[in-house]
């Protein structure tokens, strides 16, 4: 059985730090690509960023230079490492094995003052 379990999400001061991690069960996770997703109240739910089963990595262009994507295959586990936090960043993260089309559970990510 595949899974997918997500932490790390906190409440931080905008300019803070996080970093989230994404730990996967039952795959063979270093041939996947895995993808980190965000969800608003309100809004649908939007790509962060991924990255294939090489490292190669694609972000949406409002975290460029502000969040990386990194995978440990002997961990079986994706980091998200978020830097210079926005108000505009408050969401729930989640992350998905996008080839198997696995999600987790999603972890909150709140930014305010």
């Known amino acids: 059985q595949v899974r997918l379990v997500e932490s790390g999400g906190d409440l931080v001061q905008p300019g803070g730090s996080l970093r989230l991690s994404c730990a996967a069960s039952?795959?063979?996770?270093?041939?996947?690509?895995m993808g980190w997703y965000r969800q608003s109240p309100g809004k649908q739910r939007e790509l962060v960023a991924t990255?294939?089963?090489?490292?190669?990595?694609n972000y949406v262009d409002s975290v460029k230079g502000r969040f990386s994507i990194s995978r440990d295959n002997a961990k079986n586990t994706v980091y998200l490492q978020m830097n210079s936090l926005k108000l505009e960043d408050t969401a729930v993260y989640y992350c998905?094995?996008?080839?198997?089309?696995?999600w987790g559970q999603g972890t909150q990510v709140t930014v305010s003052s």
């Open positions: 998905k094995d996008i080839l198997l089309g696995i």
């Open positions: 039952g795959t063979s996770f270093s041939l996947n690509a």
């Open positions: 990255i294939s089963s090489r490292g190669t990595t």
